[in-house]
């Protein structure tokens, strides 16, 4: 028997030979038809579940067609969700064994589960033939990411992992555009990335216990793992809802918050880096097993000399510019977040380079000439003149996610390559599983094809 | 009496007739303006004289009038107003529905010259109730600058007997 996901592709290969040439209005029929539609299965329906949801939510052509988490108030919740916009109610499901054996026709599931659970969820939905979209970081383990490549391999199916900034537009303007095509940046000798994020925004979770899992499930689905003794509900409910802050469940704030930012380091970079040297504490939330603070620096080699990268994820203050990845240049800087309000552009004042071309050519915007501080405590001797300040010339205009998500979706019609396929994903996160060890043990660590490979 | 300083005298005739069109056209533009939004185009942004092929993007705002943008009291005003005890929730709702058409409708009605005593006093009186609403959040900008429009009203209102070009006489 033909499963509709194998009819689904030769049938629109069909379509598209059949609608070539034709009437628009021939064109815009054959996009709409039912045929065509994705069916699309979620595993996890917490926060980033609701991330990617409205994200997608105005995606053409998909259908929502199965939700699964072992949180019963979420299912209900994603459910809902789903029928108020698209007046259908989807499948719903506790256990994600269930949900893949049942629903043979999707043609997709999106997996926003803890991280410990990511490779054990996308391994079973590859195995069980179906495209996967999976939530970074890979896995709380490097093994648990490499088992997801090598599911990737084995069964022949798309996994896309949610970097999205590698299908942003202005990540790949600034790359493709600035740094490699004009190379405004000139040799990139150092780099900068941060997630600052304050205290308030770093506390626990808490929810009514009454919504939660109970403790036979909370136990069957790991949430005790890694504890030495036997632990109380209430313990297992805080590791469910806080399994960020557990070494057993997750990578911490450096796999969290900075494993999309290191990712862009080694993206633009185009290598990955040599060596990794760490430092971290628990200076403020003492009681957790993760650090609350972590700074790293990345050493390069890169086609145009050698590059250091510094990164700190900082959870006790949002002081220092929120979040950014900035490419610091002999020529000029790029400084990039996925917030527009944190991009900047700047021209070393010494630059050889005028860039009132790239102004008047759209590639740039300029947004001030560079002024000295002045005042009777500059050192006129030190100091270098300041750079003039320039920006992007548009923006985004989806929320971040979609364009990833996007992309996922051409793939799955075969429009499209992935952008953040599982092998690429694991070659520029496989130096952050090394951070938190580099940290520990106060050394540097210098990695070797054993450390990296995929 | 003098032709000079009858009420019937051209001059303030006219001195009253630009004062009436004053008040009338702040009380329909204000009324109008309470319909006003504005519509967010995104346009892709050229470069190299091209759409650029990335998805860059920049907004282009336009403005536009319809029922759906109606505000009759802006609503940073409207919210900190809902926090005051004076003023009951369900008045607010009211008040807010009701000034943009009473000010399009009183300005109209300026602006013709029907029943100009009564529009103009019912105009000040809604000028009154905004400066009510100033007084209490303590804006004293605001309720000086309405206290001016209070002022041309009675002005108005004192010399309403000059009130020649009218399409219905007011008594």
């Not at chain 1, 944190?342 to 590639?363: A, K, P």
């Not at chain 2, 369900?90 to 008040?95: E, G, N, Q, R, V």
Request: net charge neutral; hydrophobic share 40%.
């Amino acid at each position: 028997m033909i499963k509709r996901r194998d009819f689904l592709r030769a049938s629109s290969l069909a379509s598209a030979g059949l609608v070539f040439g034709a009437p628009s209005i021939l064109s815009a029929a054959a996009k709409s038809a039912p045929s065509d539609e994705l069916r699309i299965g979620f595993i996890g329906c917490g926060k980033q579940h609701e991330v990617l949801f409205n994200a997608m939510k105005d995606i053409p052509g998909l259908r929502f067609a199965a939700v699964c988490d072992i949180m019963k108030y979420r299912v209900g919740s994603s459910a809902s969700r789903i029928k108020s916009l698209f007046d259908y109610v989807p499948n719903r499901y506790l256990h994600v064994e269930d949900m893949l054996s049942k629903e043979t026709d999707l043609d997709a599931v999106f997996v926003a589960t803890p991280d410990f659970w990511h490779a054990p969820h996308t391994v079973m939905a590859l195995e069980a033939g179906f495209n996967v979209y999976c939530e970074k970081m890979m896995s709380n383990t490097i093994e648990g990411a490499r088992s997801m490549v090598q599911a990737m391999d084995r069964s022949g199916k798309l996994c896309q992992i949610g970097h999205q900034r590698r299908s942003n537009p202005r990540y790949l303007f600034a790359l493709d555009y600035l740094i490699n095509g004009e190379k405004i940046c000139g040799q990139i000798v150092n780099v900068n990335g941060q997630w600052n994020r304050a205290v308030n925004a770093s506390q626990d979770i808490n929810v009514k216990e009454s919504i939660l899992p109970d403790e036979q499930t909370l136990l069957q689905y790991g949430f005790a793992n890694g504890a030495d003794k036997k632990l109380s509900l209430a313990e297992l409910r805080h590791r469910f809802l806080n399994w960020r802050t557990y070494k057993a469940l997750s990578g911490g704030p450096i796999s969290d918050l900075g494993a999309h930012q290191i990712d862009i380091f080694n993206w633009f970079l185009g290598t990955q880096p040599k060596s990794v040297m760490a430092s971290g504490g628990r200076n403020y939330f003492k009681d957790r097993e993760h650090f609350d603070n972590v700074m790293c620096i990345f050493e390069y080699d890169t086609p145009s000399g050698g590059a250091r990268a510094f990164y700190q994820v900082l959870t006790t203050t949002s002081a220092g510019g929120g979040y950014f990845e900035s490419f610091m240049g002999t020529e000029g800087t790029v400084e990039i977040s996925e917030r527009e309000a944190y991009t900047n552009v700047f021209r070393e004042s010494g630059s050889s380079r005028n860039w009132d071309g790239l102004v008047d050519r759209g590639i740039l915007t300029k947004v001030a000439s560079g002024q000295a501080p002045g005042g009777a405590d500059a050192i006129a001797a030190y100091e270098s003149a300041p750079p003039d300040k320039y920006a992007f010339p548009g923006g985004l205009s989806k929320p971040p996610h979609q364009p990833h998500i996007e992309n996922f979706i051409a793939a799955i019609r075969g429009k499209a390559k992935l952008n953040c396929d599982a092998r690429h994903a694991l070659e520029s996160e496989a130096p952050i599983y090394w951070v938190n060890q580099s940290a520990e043990t106060q050394t540097t660590i210098h990695f070797t094809p054993e450390h990296l490979h995929t | 009496m003098s032709k000079k300083n009858s009420p019937t005298d051209l001059g303030s005739s006219l001195g009253f007739l630009t004062l009436r069109l004053w008040i009338a056209l702040r009380s329909i533009v204000t009324g109008i303006e309470k319909f006003a939004g504005s519509k967010t185009q995104e346009v892709a942004v050229n470069i190299d004289g091209a759409p650029n092929t990335y998805g860059l993007t920049s907004s282009e705002a336009e403005k536009v009038y319809s029922l759906n943008h109606y505000h009759g009291v802006p609503a940073p005003l409207y919210d900190k107003l809902s926090k005051e005890p004076l003023i009951p929730e369900f008045a607010l709702k009211l008040y807010d529905l009701a000034l943009g058409p009473a000010l399009i409708i009183f300005g109209i009605t300026l602006l013709f010259g029907i029943a100009t005593r009564i529009s103009l006093f019912a105009t000040g009186l809604i000028y009154c109730s905004l400066t009510i609403g100033l007084i209490l959040l303590k804006q004293d900008g605001g309720v000086a600058w309405l206290g001016i429009h209070v002022l041309l009203i009675a002005l108005a209102l004192f010399n309403a007997k000059h009130d020649r070009f009218a399409l219905l006489k007011n008594r």
